[in-house]
């Protein structure tokens, strides 16, 4: 098993005696890990002499307390993940260590989470930059990796790096999907049976938008017709945006000129799914 | 002359080469320098054996424009001081450097900013901790100094580097005074020489608070009443606040019981000084 530090002193300690010597990596996760962390370490490992996996589950970032309450946990099993991947320390802090007192200072993202996510989950990305920016400074890592699947999270903390001249290295990591096309996802578990037959909607419906572009269509309103028609109209599937935004501010687009992300949120159930592609003309 | 980088890339180059072998220490100022400055770099040399002062007029931290405008810039002036004082290496980045676009993703200051400056100066500690991050992100200092005469900045930054989990050590440096008491400070030199013998007011009221602390006087607004009757009813004197805060979280206390920071700003004709005393039960 991978050592583990549970406060910021005890990890500071132990990545003292790396820090200099090896190229040292930083995957940031919420746990419950799956084969598409398992990319991220693939990737960190790839690159780093020395690679920190983070396991926390961030209040801040939770916009519904139910989802906060509901979000798997699974340590042991994620230290056991860790082992098999080579990662070579886990930070697993409590929200006391991370969070003393309620933070006064945080960071506050504008018009790249105007949009997607953002819109319909407020301070998520607040809390998301808050506490990635806490990793940052905690780790002091050469390198960090963030998946794809959350383009908007990856697009922000891009622009969050700039902003603030973070010296970590961001590195962008490609979506895991199960073999009928649904991205991996922490929350995929949550799914009966039965949601998970229905849950490939989405993906699908970004396909078809993909085929869209393919085939030449630039206008957004046509576009988003098509892949909007792949959702399936049951009641347990509720759209809750499909948008095509630019890959880099976020902010929608009425016709594709440049690169685009075209991001789509679905509920299914109780369940709130995301993806997205990537298109560039 | 101590070497000048203007250019992220080159600071971060030229810091590499001492990072490791000595303690690096960081003095970030807006130029202008005065004995107040020269006694923070004092502190960081008696500490660390590379010190870096950053000369940078934050456009982000004016609330008012013609502020921005006007306050003085004195580069030559400020690198033959900095020679003087035996600083090794002096940041000067334009505003572009600082910010080659809007900042997307900003530091926000809550509860420690909804008073004293923070009320009568809208998102100026949102600059002022945006861009201070920024500035320990570039430097990586082992110790910052900050002077106590901005005890509301201080404090903020305080809160900001343990809310962010920022490794770079703040200290607190007193401030320095003219013989009659006034605060040193960059904008000193705007006032006439009527205007500078009013500015004298506003450390008379701080030590008539002290005064009535030292007396046993404990209700704020006895304090504040005593402190207020010596700013003298002349027009070019406004007296913008006084207020009896605890000395952390920089909340107004009804009575003091605790540590208590006594703040005001007073307005000397278009000029506006700030001054405070701290007072320890």
């Known amino acids: 098993m991978p050592p583990v530090s549970e406060r910021v002193a005890d990890l500071r300690g132990r990545l003292a005696e790396q820090r200099g010597s090896v190229v040292l990596g930083l995957v940031p996760t919420m746990g419950a890990l799956h ?3 398992g990319r ?3 990737y960190a490992k790839r ?3 020395f690679v920190v996996v983070t396991i926390f589950v961030n209040p801040l970032q939770f916009d519904r307390p139910e989802d906060l309450d ?13 082992d098999r991947a080579g990662v070579d320390l886990v930070f697993a802090p409590t929200p006391d260590e991370m969070y003393p007192t309620a933070p006064a200072c945080r960071v506050h993202v504008q018009k790249l989470a105007d949009h997607l996510c953002g819109r319909y989950r407020p301070g998520h990305f607040d809390g998301v930059a808050t506490v990635v920016t806490k990793l940052f400074n905690i780790v002091e890592a050469d390198r960090a ?4 699947k959350d383009a908007q999270q990856l697009a922000i903390i891009r ?5 603030l001249n973070i010296s970590t290295t961001i590195v962008g990591v490609p979506t895991v999907r ?24 989405l993906y699908q419906a970004l396909c078809e938008a993909h085929g869209q572009l393919m085939a030449g269509v630039r206008d957004v309103g046509l576009i988003k017709e098509a892949a909007g028609s792949r959702i399936p109209g049951v009641p347990e599937l509720r759209l809750e945006y499909l948008e095509i935004v630019d890959s880099e501010e976020m902010q929608p687009v009425d016709e594709v000129k440049g690169p685009v992300c075209v991001a789509g949120a679905l509920w299914v159930g109780t369940t709130r799914l995301i993806d997205n592609i990537q298109w560039n003309p």
Chains 1, 2 share one sequence.
């Not at 509901?70 to 860790?82: K, N, S, V």
Request: glycine share 8%; hydrophobic share 35%; charged share 30%.
């Open 178 to 201: 199960e073999p009928d096309g649904l991205a991996l996802s922490s929350r995929n578990q949550h799914l009966s049976a039965a949601e998970r037959t229905l849950a490939v909607a």
């Open 47 to 49: 690159d780093c002499g």
């Open 70 to 82: 509901r979000y798997p946990r699974t340590l042991a099993e994620d230290l056991r993940f860790c």
């Open 145 to 148: 990796y963030f998946g794809e």
């Open 40 to 42: 991220l370490i693939e």
């Open 35 to 37: 084969a598409g962390h």
């Open 159 to 163: 622009r969050l790096s700039r902003d």
